[in-house]
């Protein structure tokens, strides 16, 4: 039967069949690397889950809730028709025009397509709606399960200043700083006197790296709270700023948490996230190389803390900057699922997606802090469709002329959500995949990422695979000597590509 004359519904099926068939190679790893999804027929979920997000996280929510058993349904916008996430679920549901703010941020869309389809629960993966409280009482009003944390916990998380009085309350270390709202210039540089320079002084609503500025005197803290407060008024309609202490050459590193509704609380390890551009993260790898069991435990302690001091329900991330010394300090919570969650899968062995489902459904958590191991390094490199000699990575957009993932290697995960023909839009992320790659030890999980970086075959857009594969291989990303100024530092004229060395070995780095 010809392909144009398929139902929609049946065309979805094919592909979906097809889809599986290929991407069952995603977690193909060595057995320790593969997270487990544990169908229980006696343990009911839900019958259909709404996955209000695109891209390669509504392909791996769709993976879990087939393994579930759970049926899925699809938001795309007009020119996301074609798009994997929509081919892979059971049904697809347009939710308006390429625009955000008129498709994936469409709340009246999307609550329309939970009705029609008869949803009963939603998984909003990360971005778009996944933290907005708006959303989540819209969907309790309706009887519809929120696949998170409840109001509240959003709330009191994603407010920088009220976070960190409830950390602080929770005796969880904090970044030495002022806990109110700075209103004016003079008062800034007070506080900033205060507190001792250097100071970062940052949008309260923020994210993503706007609003925030260095300030190393009184001049540069009036400039930065006159931009600062210029910038998170357009980015977020709010412009509160807080002044804290600046960590000079930090380490970003973050503890997964795990919680149910019945009081219980896990850490699931660290990702250490260090290696970024624009408050970004490109490469984050699970354990990290700096901590010690002693300072593993302290943070994961705190992070459960705050988990419960907020009631926290669901998976979450609590983000840490760590100092030289491994002093620690709380940075914000995230109340969703990382885009970097696969390396903590990869060494613990949980399917926090299946987690998720289960606690919103009202279950206990299954194991216990002694039960969750450190099994073997995980390491992540984030694929974007991206010039990455153009400050470290501005957007490229095109279609994928040919797209092969290098997953017929052994110990890598690809979680994408393209396929070749795919277009990379102006309207979203550039990203075109996760790669992750798994080892006993750290060594080998490089190695492996390296080969896979070096198979993977992307034409049409450019990519950052060459700073990748730089960033992996450079002597002090080796030794573990990093910190979240590394690409500045090793590359202060920015990335120029693979620099070769006549003098002895022909593979020396920039």
């Given at each position: 039967?010809?392909?144009?004359?398929?139902?929609?519904?049946?065309?979805?099926?094919?592909?979906?069949?097809?889809?599986a068939?290929?991407?069952?190679?995603?977690?193909?790893?060595?057995?320790?690397?593969?997270?487990?999804?544990?169908?229980?027929?006696?343990e009911?979920?839900?019958e259909?889950?709404?996955?209000?997000?695109?891209?390669?996280?509504?392909?791996?929510?769709?993976?879990?809730?087939?393994?579930?058993?759970?049926?899925?349904?699809?938001?795309?916008?007009?020119?996301?028709?074609?798009?994997?996430?929509?081919?892979?679920?059971?049904?697809?549901?347009?939710?308006?025009?390429?625009?955000?703010?008129?498709?994936?941020?469409?709340?009246d869309?999307?609550?329309?397509?939970?009705?029609?389809?008869?949803?009963?629960?939603?998984?909003?993966?990360?971005?778009?709606?996944?933290?907005?409280?708006?959303?989540?009482?819209?969907?309790?009003?309706?009887?519809v399960?929120?696949?998170?944390p409840?109001?509240?916990?959003?709330?009191?998380?994603?407010?920088k200043?009220?976070?960190?009085?409830?950390?602080?309350?929770?005796?969880?270390?904090?970044?030495?700083g002022?806990?109110?709202v700075?209103?004016t210039?003079?008062?800034?540089?007070?506080?900033?006197?205060?507190?001792?320079?250097?100071?970062?002084?940052?949008?309260?609503?923020?994210g993503?790296?706007?609003?925030m500025?260095i300030?190393?005197?009184?001049?540069?803290?009036?400039?930065?709270?006159?931009?600062?407060?210029?910038?998170?008024?357009?980015?977020?309609?709010?412009?509160?700023?807080?002044?804290?202490?600046?960590?000079?050459?930090?380490?970003?590193?973050e503890?997964?948490?795990?919680?149910?509704?019945?009081?219980?609380?896990?850490?699931?390890?660290?990702?250490?996230?260090?290696?970024?551009?624009?408050?970004?993260?490109?490469?984050?790898?699970?354990?990290?190389?700096?901590?010690?069991?002693?300072?593993?435990?302290?943070?994961?302690?705190?992070?459960?803390?705050?988990?419960?001091?907020?009631?926290?329900?669901?998976?979450?991330?609590?983000?840490?900057?760590?100092?030289?010394?491994?002093?620690?300090?709380?940075?914000?919570?995230?109340?969703?699922?990382?885009?970097?969650?696969?390396?903590?899968?990869?060494?613990?062995?949980?399917?926090?997606?299946?987690?998720?489902?289960?606690?919103?459904?009202?279950?206990?958590?299954?194991?216990?802090?002694?039960?969750?191991?450190?099994?073997?390094?995980?390491?992540?490199?984030?694929?974007?469709?991206?010039?990455p000699?153009?400050?470290?990575?501005?957007?490229?957009?095109?279609?994928?002329?040919?797209?092969?993932?290098?997953?017929?290697?052994?110990?890598?995960?690809?979680?994408?959500?393209?396929?070749e023909?795919?277009?990379?839009?102006?309207?979203?992320?550039?990203?075109?995949?996760?790669?992750?790659?798994?080892?006993a030890?750290?060594?080998?999980?490089?190695?492996?990422?390296?080969?896979?970086?070096?198979?993977?075959?992307?034409?049409?857009?450019?990519?950052?695979?060459?700073?990748?594969?730089?960033?992996?291989?450079?002597?002090?990303?080796?030794?573990?000597?990093?910190?979240?100024?590394?690409?500045?530092?090793?590359?202060?004229?920015?990335?120029?590509?693979?620099?070769?060395?006549?003098?002895?070995?022909?593979?020396?780095?920039?």
């Amino acid at each position: 039967m010809a392909a144009h004359s398929l139902s929609p519904s049946l065309y979805r099926l094919l592909f979906a069949v097809k889809y599986a068939s290929l991407h069952s190679r995603c977690c193909a790893v060595h057995k320790k690397a593969q997270y487990s999804t544990i169908y229980n027929p006696s343990e009911k979920t839900f019958e259909k889950i709404l996955i209000a997000n695109r891209g390669e996280i509504a392909c791996r929510v769709i993976k879990t809730c087939k393994k579930m058993g759970i049926k899925t349904v699809a938001v795309h916008s007009d020119v996301d028709s074609s798009a994997v996430h929509a081919k892979m679920a059971d049904e697809a549901v347009c939710v308006g025009p390429a625009p955000t703010s008129k498709s994936y941020l469409n709340m009246d869309a999307i609550m329309d397509a939970i009705r029609t389809t008869g949803a009963q629960a939603v998984h909003p993966g990360y971005g778009f709606l996944s933290e907005n409280k708006e959303f989540a009482k819209r969907l309790a009003a309706e009887g519809v399960t929120f696949i998170g944390p409840d109001t509240h916990a959003i709330q009191a998380m994603g407010d920088k200043i009220e976070s960190k009085l409830i950390a602080k309350a929770a005796k969880v270390n904090t970044i030495p700083g002022f806990d109110g709202v700075v209103k004016t210039a003079e008062e800034a540089v007070k506080i900033a006197q205060d507190i001792g320079y250097p100071v970062m002084i940052k949008a309260s609503a923020g994210g993503g790296g706007k609003g925030m500025r260095i300030a190393w005197n009184d001049e540069e803290t009036r400039e930065g709270f006159r931009f600062s407060s210029q910038e998170a008024a357009s980015s977020f309609g709010d412009d509160r700023l807080l002044i804290e202490k600046y960590i000079d050459n930090p380490r970003h590193i973050e503890i997964q948490v795990l919680a149910d509704k019945h009081g219980n609380a896990l850490w699931l390890n660290e990702r250490e996230c260090s290696i970024q551009r624009r408050n970004q993260k490109v490469v984050e790898e699970a354990p990290s190389t700096f901590l010690d069991s002693v300072t593993r435990q302290a943070m994961g302690e705190q992070a459960v803390q705050l988990a419960k001091a907020v009631q926290y329900s669901s998976a979450g991330t609590v983000e840490f900057l760590v100092d030289s010394k491994k002093n620690f300090y709380f940075l914000e919570m995230n109340t969703r699922l990382q885009v970097e969650h696969p390396i903590t899968e990869c060494i613990t062995g949980l399917d926090l997606v299946e987690q998720m489902i289960r606690v919103a459904k009202g279950y206990r958590l299954q194991h216990k802090q002694e039960d969750i191991p450190i099994n073997g390094w995980a390491i992540e490199s984030r694929v974007y469709a991206e010039d990455p000699y153009k400050s470290f990575g501005l957007p490229s957009i095109g279609r994928l002329s040919q797209y092969h993932e290098p997953l017929n290697l052994s110990n890598v995960r690809v979680d994408s959500g393209i396929q070749e023909g795919s277009d990379i839009s102006i309207y979203y992320d550039p990203m075109i995949s996760k790669l992750v790659t798994y080892g006993a030890t750290r060594s080998e999980a490089l190695a492996r990422m390296e080969d896979a970086l070096d198979n993977y075959v992307i034409r049409g857009v450019t990519h950052n695979i060459p700073l990748l594969r730089e960033i992996i291989t450079h002597p002090r990303f080796i030794s573990g000597d990093i910190s979240t100024n590394f690409l500045p530092e090793v590359y202060p004229d920015g990335f120029k590509g693979h620099q070769w060395s006549w003098a002895g070995s022909n593979k020396g780095q920039e």
